[in-house]
Antibody
């Protein structure tokens, strides 16, 4: 059974940093592009970042470029998101999602999310 | 940056057809996916590559994409279809989601 389990969220002060993790199981992690998508409380889905199968190619939304870093450890079947210089606008539930097929952003599995709250 | 526009809300009576639209510049040149999300749950893929259904998604869900508008059609809408619906496209650099449409069945 495919599972994606996010962790690492929590309360952080403005300007602080956090590293999110997404533990993958039930499939060959290294065969898939992986993404982070976030959702502020009561708001819609917003794409954050994507990484290719071996971690050599990354893309970011303009809103996080230069502050967030996506990475992966295929030996540990884990996806990461390092978040720096956090602001209130980064408060959201962060999902990791597996991309499949030829269309970018076709997500067949999502985790349950980990909540990041940026507040003093 | 590329934008996808959805109406914030749509109401439909049970058994009727719901059409949820998503607009973007030359959207027909892109593959569109549709997701729905029920309260407290993660999103679920409904339609990919404009009009294909993943296994397990009922046939009453269908999609189309022409010109600047993609449409998700739900035939015989049921109470269980109440959810937020999001379209998604790739603009060559970033994944873009529409703002979402809340479907109410009443």
């Amino acid at each position: 059974e495919v599972q994606l389990v996010e962790s690492g969220g929590g309360l952080v002060q403005p300007g602080g940093s956090l590293r999110l993790s997404c533990a993958a199981s039930g499939f060959t992690f290294s065969n898939y592009w992986m993404h982070w998508v976030r959702q502020a409380p009561g708001k819609g889905l917003v794409w954050v970042s994507r990484v290719n199968r071996d971690g050599s190619i990354t893309h970011y939304a303009d809103s996080v470029k230069g502050r967030f870093t996506i990475s992966r450890d295929n030996a540990k079947n884990t996806l990461y998101l390092r978040m720096n210089s956090l602001g209130a606008e980064d408060t959201a539930l962060y999902y990791c999602a597996r991309e499949t097929g030829i269309a970018v952003g076709k997500y067949d599995y999502w985790g349950l999310g980990t909540l990041v709250t940026v507040s003093s | 940056s590329y934008e996808l526009t959805q109406a914030p809300s749509l109401s439909v009576s049970p058994g009727q057809t719901a059409s949820i639209t998503c607009s973007g510049n030359k959207l027909e040149d892109k593959y569109v996916c549709w997701y729905h999300q029920k309260p407290g749950q993660s999103p679920v893929l409904l339609i990919y590559e404009n009009n294909k259904r993943p296994s397990g998604i009922p046939e009453r869900f269908s999609g189309s994409n022409s010109g600047n508008t993609a449409t998700l059609t739900i035939r015989g809408t049921q109470a269980m279809d109440e959810a937020d619906y999001y379209c998604k496209a790739w603009d060559g650099n970033t994944v873009v989601f529409g703002g979402g449409t809340t479907l109410t069945v009443l």
